[in-house]
């Protein structure tokens, strides 16, 4: 039986072990909510990571906010996707000054990455024609790769093996961390392998060219993109343009994402059979956590599912 001072020893023994670990923890700051959940995955139990696009905001045309410069400042780590997505990352990443390891998931060893897209119609080997004006930078890769699970399990272990390097004394830790992540994106992966097999041959439209692993991952027949303004319904001669490419496709719906009002779908489909429905590729409307990507995983794949089925 111990002895009250030795209980009230070893309480404070493993409070300041406690204590040490939180401190010992790296600070590590995340651009996308997507990639921001794979890496808390990975630290669960040794500390958070922080995250700077929250809500609503684009990586393709975010502004960094004066506290989101000072968290790069002090961060030890630091994971972006690439310029290829987060162009604004460029030069406060260089300023940093090798202050902070730096990771890109377009740079990861194993990670598969797609062309760049233009809007319009898309040939089916993933070639291009057509061009309406879509901000993408075709030149350079598709920075959407989180949406493919194979490259969620290379960013998990490649998460793992960044901290294990800054933050040895936790290496164990992150490993069989990033082990559970993976064993949790496989049982993702083959439930949406099987609620998407019956919808893979339905053409459907997209506003924003984002999905493209997501669609060869598990076989989707995406026709196209359309560039539509979220502040700014189309006028009549492009709402006519729009109608036409979607029936000419044989698209059976329409996905616009939440930025886009409703109004703006019924106007461009009013008098057609074309369904709607919203994908949203950041989980804008998520908490942030190491819940966030499976979530937003799965809700694609519904969203998908239930707007493209027989009725």
């Known amino acids: ?23 010992a923890a790296p600070r590590v ?21 922080e995250l700077i696009i929250r809500g609503a905001g684009s990586p393709h045309t975010y502004s960094l906010k004066p ?32 202050k902070a390891r730096i990771v890109a998931a377009t740079r990861m060893p194993g990670i598969a990455l797609l062309p760049g897209r233009s809007g319009g119609v898309w040939n089916g080997d993933g070639g291009r024609s057509g061009d309406d004006g879509h901000a993408h930078d075709t030149a350079t890769d598709d920075g959407h790769l989180w949406l493919d699970p194979a490259n969620a399990r290379v960013i998990a272990r490649q998460a793992a093996e960044v901290l294990g390097r800054v933050d040895p004394e936790n290496r164990a830790r992150y490993a069989a961390n990033a082990d559970a992540v993976v064993t949790r994106i496989d049982a ?23 999905y493209q692993y997501f669609e060869k991952r598990y076989g989707l027949r995406s026709a196209g993109a359309i560039t ?8 009549a001669r492009r709402v006519r343009e ?30 057609t059979n074309v369904r709607t429905g919203t994908l949203d590729p950041l989980g804008a409307g998520l908490p942030a956590g190491p819940d966030a990507y499976f979530t937003l995983m799965r809700s694609l794949g519904a969203a998908l599912a239930e707007c493209l089925r027989p009725r």
């Open 228 to 235: 539509v303004s979220a502040e700014r319904a189309p006028g």
């Open 188 to 210: 993702l992966d083959a439930g949406l392998e099987g609620a998407l097999a019956p919808v893979r041959e339905i053409p459907f439209v997209v506003f924003h060219d984002a």
């Open 67 to 98: 506290s989101e410069a000072r968290l790069l400042e002090g961060a030890q780590v630091v994971f972006w996707v690439g310029a290829s997505l987060e162009t604004f990352m460029e030069q406060p990443l260089a300023a940093l000054g090798g």
């Open 29 to 49: 700051v995340v651009t996308v909510k997507p990639l921001h959940s794979l890496v808390a995955g990975v630290m669960a139990g040794v500390g958070e990571p």
């Open 242 to 271: 729009i109608r036409e490419r979607i029936t000419g496709l044989g698209a059976r719906c329409v996905f616009s994402e939440p930025q886009f009002q409703s109004a703006i779908l019924g106007t461009l489909l009013e008098g």
């Open 1 to 23: 039986m111990q002895r009250p001072g030795s209980v009230a020893a070893l309480a404070v023994t493993l409070l300041f072990t406690a204590l040490g670990t939180a401190i």
